[in-house]
């Protein structure tokens, strides 16, 4: 083994902590913790993503080189001692803090918790999520766009990749944050912080832009790339909330309360914060243009998950090329840490300069399953002796209207479930969406869901000139086919493309469905219940089925039937676990 | 008349902008972030100029009454108040822990009875078929009548001692008039940031007998003032109290050590020396001699492990004194509570049992001893598995005895009446042959789990048997379930049990939701039901080689399946990630606490096995040493480490190979740095917060496969 630069790259102790493995600068496997633990975007020290990245590879920790950690904690102590030197702040705001300085540091951590005894790489957190996304873009050069709600202390980025090199141009620090602007509305509409931004996007649409001079306010503009906070409108600096009262007296509409009904001024609301994020991230994409002057842009950071957005720099902004790495959050930056790790060992780029795909996660062996659903006495469908015919029947249940539980290969990795495990259905039914919440998701009706649709047909059914494998752009649908259940109340989608090359099981689906139906697309959503993350073992997806009405569960070659599944499996899940990720605030520290 | 106030306060304002702090915090976090600097300010916080200044602590206790809402799982069903409580369903998950009751109804009887405190008053094992309250009630009642009085049932299994005062506080809201409080085997030592400075300074100069003896009158200090509290609290409102001191099963009971923790002065190696000699002696049956080293070995070790007092009690068991040989059994029984970061198990020690005891002084409280009437009950013998079943959870006959002194002393406490135990225990209930039966089976897979012997998992097995021979049922498709990959709930057999017996029931041997290979309790059913079922044994042993056979692909050893399954006392002191008793370590490797550490991997005769095993020595003083590995007794390979993780890969021959469950030792180099340095380390490692083990550690394994040669692409 000792021939090879293995780095492990690790992001913890905030939120997402996930694992990576790079061997000899290619992606071998990278993985979120919550899928072990079961506990969503926890932040608990990755170990089982650990032991899952090096087994693997049939690696042990003595042919580890180098770990790679995503963030420099001594540049982010120096903005939390900060934090705790403002006025007005809440003694139990100032305790948490000083718990910060008498916490052991995150090297020490690493060393504590794995043993590892060699070289530790600390790579700056705007860093790692630049590298994430511009090391493995397939681009030799580019501009690189980094914004979240804060890392050590800058929130916004800007930067530019040529070959091994990765330039920052220039920077926002906290407390000014576009991450933090968009998480303020999203407490304000009622949303969890850190987790219900992406249902902000999602009723965006369903309002009009009634509140955009007052929500304008809350930015100021600035030259260059800058900008400001309003900070008379946040409170995230003192207090366990993000907006101050002075944001409620500028709206004059109260904040939502959890659960409580949506309004048409929430919409508004919602359609203005956005329409304000988007064209403010516009501006300073055209802005980084001028210091960057390349046709390609990457983009990384929680905010770069807003599929909207990126939609508008693309389309609108002066860049050609877009690349948004599918674990764009603080998940994904363990792998550009390791990269960034790579680069310094190495002085080369990484040698994989694509990431064609996001299956790096862990598989469910064939034989274990088998063994697992004998040991159950459970009827199932063997299809191991002719595979395609466990996609015609799939195909056949999703003609009937049938909603399939899809656990295929390896897992992703990144919040999106692009077909190793996902729930799909026919997306022309108009009642798939309202029966999909039903039986198993359990969320806000006015979301959509996502189209995963043939590559080759793409562009007959979308207005997408490229492809969008991992699920991070939006996109008109103009599909000749009535397409309800993905469409959004603006006519858009969230496309994810697939080919036979990335996911050959998936695409076989798809080609099935397509020459049955004509409609080379599926409804695809990711393969959890409302509150847990994606289901990543056989014992997973089993008790999620279970606790679902959902009607068949696809286990790689095997089928099971909702009314064939015992009582017992019903109830067998833990139950869900809150994540680590605050409800008011965002936790910042 | 209001007098004037004396002066006036105003918040200051300031419009100085605060982005020019931001250079300064930048440089401070660099210069607090040296490991110097981190070990100046946490040492200033320790000594209390950082924050909170450092210092006995306070705890209040809540008062129950008319405005309670809640009391454990029950939620008081509205505003009335005399509304029942209700449980709370969504607090399912630790429904498990308290009584089963789904309503307490407001106090109708002219007398009320609370009980509280631990798993022992709970039941653990029979709950919810019989239990003490259930027990207690039953002889109350035929006393008082139906109305006369009635008994709440408030105990919580793994109660902790702040969770006991919190309940004698809030269960006032049930009105009792007598609350009984059998608790004290969960009071184990605190190790709070307030201790630490106090600690680190005892363990670099006495070791862990440093530690210990201020932990213990920490935790001595601790039971008075709860004590002392009860009366503050109870006293002026005429609740009276009654404690029940617990016992402990000192006939039966051992704890699997072999090693002195880190001691002062680097007495580990004058120790380790004088164990070797007084083993010696003991096989010699040169009893004096042995004595001798074990009291040498006792004044070492300050009463910080088992080994010593063992190695007496083996010497007054030899000489037939009774009153010796007890002592030494407390003793062994009170040295290994000291650990703030692991357990054995629970248990009490005597000077908490004698604090107890103390409290029969106090007005308004009253004691029930229960080694006392355990003790009288047995005509003066030791307490073992008549009374036990395991170290503190007591069978229905000591269950009722202990329940017979508290009905006598609450009918005195409530009536003035003196009423005789045998009177009383006229009313005693008792489970029937079936629930014994599985009871006993329940105590035969709790005592193998906490690592006791063949011989004592044997009894409970065939007592299971012989009780109600349908226990067979439940024993085989439990073992089914632990030879099994498949997660136990997909498991047919899960099924199967849950159709046998009350899902709540089943919860005593499926708790863990974790399986592991069971080779001892497996071997040791098959043994009990080799009548009965004669194919069993071939059975399992054709199940284990499906499932577990390196021929259905690679394992890691130190997984908790496998790693569970250490056969031999040597090894129990391992405490690794997958340890379930492992409070403190999330680390993703194992460390050894001694000089040999015993796997278990399943092989098929004849067929050769491929082992990887990836390890460091970290005490290590050379360059590199030997460590061995033998498998079934056998060497295989004698491989170089160092201080550095290092992988290691070896071929078991087939000829060395069992069908079934086979055993791998890997014996680590001789002890090479000093006990003081790792005193040191550990020391400073409990500076930085860090929950210790305490212990020499002899090596670390990162992973161990085990995996078939000819598909080494498996592994």
């Not at chain 2, 136990?488 to 974790?514: H, M, N, P, T, W």
């Not at chain 2, 391992?574 to 340890?579: A, E, G, L």
């Amino acid at each position: 083994m000792g021939e090879c630069l293995n780095i492990v790259g690790i992001s913890a102790g905030y939120h997402d902590s996930a694992c990576c493995l790079l061997r000899d600068g290619e992606i071998v496997a990278a993985v979120q913790e919550e899928r072990f633990s079961r506990i969503k975007n926890g932040n608990a020290f990755p170990a089982a993503a650990l032991r899952y990245c090096l087994g693997s590879a049939g690696l042990t920790i003595a042919d580890v080189d180098c770990i790679a950690f995503y963030e420099d904690p001594t540049l982010k102590l120096g903005r939390q001692i900060w934090m705790g030197m403002l006025p007005g702040l809440k003694r139990d705001r100032r305790e948490s803090i000083r718990s910060r300085l008498l916490k052991p540091p995150p090297e020490s951590e690493i060393r504590r918790l794995t043993g590892f005894d060699g070289a530790i790489e600390i790579v700056d957190h705007h860093l790692s999520h630049a590298a994430s996304a511009y090391y493995f873009s397939g681009f030799d050069e580019a501009a690189i766009l980094t914004i979240d709600g804060v890392g050590e202390w800058p929130t916004t980025a800007y930067g530019a990749g040529s070959g091994a090199e990765i330039r920052r141009l220039a920077q926002v620090d906290f407390p000014h944050s576009l991450g933090f602007f968009y998480s303020a509305i999203t407490g304000y509409l009622g949303f969890e912080v850190n987790e219900g931004e992406y249902k902000v996007m999602g009723l965006a649409p369903y309002g009009r832009p009634r509140y955009v001079n007052q929500i304008s306010r809350l930015l100021e503009d600035g030259p260059g790339g800058d900008y400001r906070l309003n900070l008379r409108y946040f409170s995230f600096l003192q207090q366990d909330r993000m907006y101050s009262d002075e944001l409620t007296g500028l709206l004059g509409v109260p904040p939502r309360s959890y659960g409580s009904e949506l309004t048409q001024d929430h919409k508004d609301i919602a359609h203005s914060a956005q329409l304000v994020l988007e064209n403010i991230l516009l501006e300073k994409v055209r802005y980084l243009h001028s210091k960057a002057p390349s046709e390609n842009l990457c983009m990384a950071g929680g905010v770069a998950l807003n599929v909207v957005a990126n939609r508008r720099c693309l389309s609108e902004g002066p860049f050609k090329r877009l690349f948004v790495q599918p674990a764009a959050g603080d998940a994904g930056s363990c792998l550009g840490a390791a990269a960034v790790a790579h680069v310094r060992r190495t002085g080369a780029r990484p040698r994989q300069k694509l990431m064609h795909s996001a299956y790096l996660g862990p598989s469910n062996l064939v034989h274990d399953t088998q063994r697992l659903l004998t040991a159950a006495g459970v009827k199932f469908s063997d299809y191991r002796q002719n595979p395609s015919t466990l996609v015609e029947a799939i195909v056949d249940k999703l003609i009937q209207g049938q909603v399939i539980a899809w656990v295929c290969g390896r897992m992703e990795f990144g919040p999106r479930a692009l077909g190793a495990r996902s729930i799909l259905a026919d997306p022309r039914r108009p009642e798939m969406q309202d029966r999909i919440n039903a039986l198993v998701k359990q969320r806000e009706s006015f979301r959509p869901f996502a189209p995963a649709v043939l590559e080759a047909h793409a562009r007959e059914h979308f207005a997408l000139d490229h492809p969008s494998p991992f699920m991070l752009e939006t996109c008109q649908v103009i599909s000749p086919i009535p397409l309800p259940a993905i469409t959004h109340v603006d006519g858009s989608a969230r496309v994810q493309t697939v080919t036979a090359e990335t996911n050959p099981r998936f695409a076989q689906l798809l080609e099935h469905f397509y020459q049955r139906t004509g409609c080379p697309i599926l409804l695809n959503t990711s393969f959890n219940l409302r509150g847990e993350p994606i289901v990543s073992t056989v014992m997973d997806a089993i008790s999620t089925f279970g606790r679902s009405r959902m009607d068949a569960l696809v286990l790689d070659d095997f089928v099971l039937e909702q009314e064939d599944l015992p009582e017992l499996w019903r109830d067998i899940s833990r139950k869900p676990q809150r994540g680590s990720h605050g409800y008011a605030v965002y936790t910042m520290l | 008349m209001k007098s004037p106030p004396e002066h006036l306060l105003f918040e200051e304002e300031s419009s100085i902008d605060s982005e020019w702090l931001k250079d300064f915090a930048a440089r401070a976090a660099r210069s607090a972030d040296t490991p110097e600097a981190r070990r100046a300010i946490r040492n200033l916080y320790l000594a209390g100029f950082v924050g909170e200044a450092a210092g006995p602590g306070q705890s209040r206790i809540e008062i129950g009454g008319a405005g309670t809402r809640d009391i454990g799982v029950w939620r008081k069903a509205g505003a009335a108040a005399n509304a029942p409580f209700v449980r709370r369903p969504e607090l399912g998950e630790e429904w498990f822990y308290w009584s089963s009751t789904e309503t307490i109804p407001p106090k109708k009887a002219r007398w009320r009875v609370v009980l509280v405190g631990e798993s022992v008053a709970r039941g653990f094992l029979y709950d919810p078929d019989f239990n003490p309250a259930m027990a207690l009630e039953a002889m109350l009642k035929a006393q008082l009548g139906e109305r006369g009085i009635d008994v709440i049932d408030l105990a919580k299994s793994n109660q902790t001692q702040r969770e006991l005062k919190s309940m004698i506080g809030q269960c006032l809201a049930l009105r009792p008039d007598v609350i009984v409080a059998f608790a004290g085997n969960n009071w184990r030592p605190q190790l709070g940031e307030r201790d630490i400075p106090f600690v680190e300074n005892l363990l670099r100069t006495d070791g862990v007998p440093g530690m210990k003896a201020y932990l213990d009158v920490r935790r001595e200090e601790a039971a008075r003032h709860l004590v002392r509290q009860a009366s503050s609290v109870l006293g002026p409102r005429n609740v009276k109290l009654i404690w029940v001191v617990p016992e402990f099963n000192l006939q039966d009971w051992t704890d699997p050590v072999s090693c002195a923790p880190l001691l002062g002065g680097g007495d580990n190696r004058v120790w380790r020396d004088l164990a070797q000699s007084a083993r010696q002696a003991l096989q010699a049956r040169d009893f004096a001699l042995a004595e001798t080293l074990a009291t040498r070995m006792m004044e070492l070790d300050g009463g910080t492990t088992s080994v010593s007092p063992r190695i007496l009690v083996e010497c007054h068991r030899a000489k037939g004194d009774a009153v010796a040989t007890r002592r030494f059994l407390e003793m062994c029984r009170d040295a290994e509570g000291w650990n703030p970061g692991f357990s054995y198990s629970p248990r009490i020690s005597t000077a908490l049992q004698d604090i107890l005891r103390e409290a029969a002084a106090i007005p308004g409280q009253a004691v029930v001893d229960l080694p006392r009437i355990l003790e009288e009950q047995q005509g003066g013998g030791l307490p073992g598995r008549q009374m036990f079943l395991d170290y503190c959870h007591l069978s229905a006959t000591a269950t009722n005895a202990a329940m017979t002194a508290v009905g006598s002393k609450v009918l005195a406490l409530l009536t003035g009446r003196e009423v005789s135990p045998q009177k009383l225990a006229a009313g005693a209930i008792s489970p029937p042959a079936k629930i014994e039966g599985k009871v006993s089976f329940f105590a035969a897979v709790h005592n193998a789990h906490f690592y006791q012997g063949a011989e004592v998992v044997r009894y409970w097995c065939a007592r299971a048997l012989e009780l109600w021979p349908e226990c067979e049922r439940i024993m085989t498709r439990y073992i089914d379930i632990q030879t099994r990959r498949t997660p136990f709930l997909a498991c047919k057999s899960a099924f199967e049990l849950a159709e046998i017996d009350r899902r709540e029931r089943l919860q005593y041997l499926l708790r863990g939701r974790v399986q592991r290979l069971d080779p001892m309790l497996a071997n040791v059913i098959a043994d009990c039901l080799a009548g009965a079922r004669p194919a069993f044994r071939k059975w399992l042993a054709d199940l284990q080689i499906a499932e577990h056979s390196v021929k259905s692909g690679a394992k890691e050893l130190t997984d908790f399946c496998y790693a569970s399954a250490i056969p031999t006392p040597s090894e129990r002191g391992w405490t690794s990630k997958s340890f379930l008793n492992n409070y403190g370590s999330r680390a993703v490797f194992a460390s050894a606490f001694d000089e040999c550490s015993k796997f278990p991997f399943v092989g098929e005769a004849g067929q050769p096995v491929k082992l990887k095993l990836c390890c460091r020595v970290p005490g290590l003083a050379e360059p590199d040493a030997t460590l061995k590995i033998e498998v079934n007794g056998r060497l295989v390979a004698q491989v170089s480490v160092q201080k550095a993780w290092s992988a290691h890969e070896a071929l078991v021959p087939g000829d060395c190979v069992l069908d079934g469950v086979n055993e791998i030792a890997v014996t680590w180099p001789p002890q090479t740095e000093s006990y003081q340095d790792a005193l040191r380390q550990t020391s400073d490692l409990l500076l930085e917060g860090q929950l210790q083990y305490f212990r020499y550690v002899f090596g670390e394994i990162h992973s161990l496969v085990v995996f078939d040669p000819a598909r080494p692409s498996q592994h």
